[in-house]
């Protein structure tokens, strides 16, 4: 079980993470950690590195707004909202993305960590093409 202090740490390096910070990713994650989302499965710390690296380049700005967590034996649960800046996205406009992580740990690291959130509201509805047709599909649905 991991104590409430590690837990702590992790989610503060999660606030100061840029692409500055990201070697380190691996004194959080365990070496073989799994990081998966909507829209990636990265296996282990290197290339979970060079995964936060290229998606950090093009970030002008992010911030996380944690929950509480919820610790349960070797699994976290917590609710979040991610705020962040892309030069390419929405015109370099704030974007709010709402989600939840499930963080299983061992030996105080991160051994599997899966993010829950919308893809669409992450990216997909900020391309102009895509955001077009999306705005679309929900207005049809909506009605």
């Known amino acids: 079980m991991p104590c409430h202090t590690r837990v702590q740490e992790f989610f503060d390096f ?20 799994i990081f998966e989302d909507p829209l990636h499965r990265i296996v282990g710390v290197p290339a979970l ?20 967590p919820v610790i349960q034996a070797d699994r976290v649960w917590v609710d979040w909202r ?13 974007i709010e993305v709402e989600g939840a992580s499930r963080l299983d740990w061992q030996d105080d690291q991160v051994l599997h960590h899966r993010d ?11 391309l102009p093409l895509m955001g077009w047709a999306i705005k679309q599909l929900k207005q049809r649905m909506a009605v």
Request: aromatic share 18%; net charge negative.
């Open 14 to 33: 999660y606030q100061e993470l840029d692409k500055n910070s990201t070697p380190r990713l691996a004194d959080f994650y365990h070496q073989d950690a």
């Open 82 to 94: 991610m705020v962040y800046q892309h030069r390419r996205l929405q015109k370099g406009q704030p």
């Open 116 to 126: 829950y959130f919308d893809a669409g509201q992450l990216l997909y509805q900020h």
């Open 49 to 68: 590195v060079r995964y936060f690296d290229g998606l950090y380049a093009g970030v002008e700005s992010i911030q996380f707004h944690f929950a509480a």
